[in-house]
């Protein structure tokens, strides 16, 4: 189960209830709970709500991977090929 939904639920909220107390709309609060990436911003404000520590965010919010787009080969190597 997601923990913002475990935490959430553990407190007897609603979806509604921890957007209104985050500053956040309750689409949002839906999307996370799906394990959809937010803004580092509205991270804080759903974590506050709760009252997790910020240190905790990893054990809420997973890292999400980033991908490097592949370099396109320079000019020059491509002359040389």
Known sequence: MNRIRAARQARGWTQADLATRARVSART???????????Q?????ILIALG???????DYFPRMQSVRPI???RIAERESA
């Open 29 to 39: 609060i839906h999307a996370v709970e799906k394990g959809e990436d937010c803004r």
């Open 41 to 45: 911003a509205t991270k804080r404000r």
């Open 52 to 58: 997790v520590p910020w240190d905790e965010r990893y």
């Open 71 to 73: 370099a396109a080969p």
